[in-house]
């Protein structure tokens, strides 16, 4: 009976943000792929049914996670800019964008493939996007140039996030090292000094 008497008290206290949330856990458990109405709804301890009352469908809670994922980096990324400018800040920037990538691999992974609702997801992005141009801007880069530059940069910097995360470059090899070759070669494109973010 007390298995009974729980369940409705579940229905009753679930809200989306409490879908979404289970959704991102089982991102980043089990990755991208595992995402299903029934694996949610088992994680949420509820019939599959129950989920329709607060998402659309799959496609509403992959937008949704990827979503979460974006404003969590836009976030930290905004964050990090804070009182900070300069080369000094850009390297900040980088490094913290390595490092939620490192910590939520396959979060990350689902952040950056194809958006299931771009619109809803390049919103989410304008704090992760002001903080790098903004900080592009503060290192000499001319504002209309800054979109571009800002494209480049991630581009690389995801390149390697990828790799790195998903066990591609194994542990032979100094990660660290080729961490430090591939920001070079950022700040380089760029038009900027690396040995000044040491």
């Not at 729980?6 to 792929?33: C, F, N």
């Not at 964050?79 to 964008?97: C, K, N, Q, T």
């Not at 619109?119 to 001319?142: E, K, W």
Request: glycine share 10%; hydrophobic share 45%; with cysteine.
């Amino acid at each position: 009976m007390a298995g009974d008497n729980s369940r409705p008290v579940k229905r009753r206290t679930l809200t989306r943000d409490k879908v979404v949330s289970a959704a991102v856990g089982i991102v980043d458990e089990l990755g991208w792929d595992r995402l299903t109405m029934s694996t949610l709804s088992s994680r949420l301890g509820i019939v599959t049914a129950s989920l329709y009352n607060h998402v659309r469908n799959l496609d509403d809670v992959r937008a949704a996670v990827q979503i979460r994922a974006m404003s969590d980096l836009g976030s930290r990324l905004r964050e990090v800019a804070m009182g900070r400018s300069g080369v000094d800040g850009l390297r900040a920037l980088i490094d913290a964008h390595h490092a939620w990538a490192i910590e939520h691999p396959r979060r990350y992974g689902a952040l950056t493939t194809a958006p299931v609702d771009r619109d809803g997801l390049l919103a989410a992005a304008l704090d992760a996007n002001v903080a790098l141009r903004t900080m592009l801007a503060s290192c000499g880069v001319p504002e209309e140039q800054t979109l571009e530059a800002a494209i480049g940069m991630f581009a690389a910097l995801h390149g390697f996030a990828v790799l790195a995360g998903n066990g591609f470059l194994g542990d032979e090899l100094d990660l660290d090292h080729i961490y430090e070759t591939v920001v070079r070669g950022v700040l380089a494109g760029v038009a900027l000094d690396p040995s000044k973010t040491r």
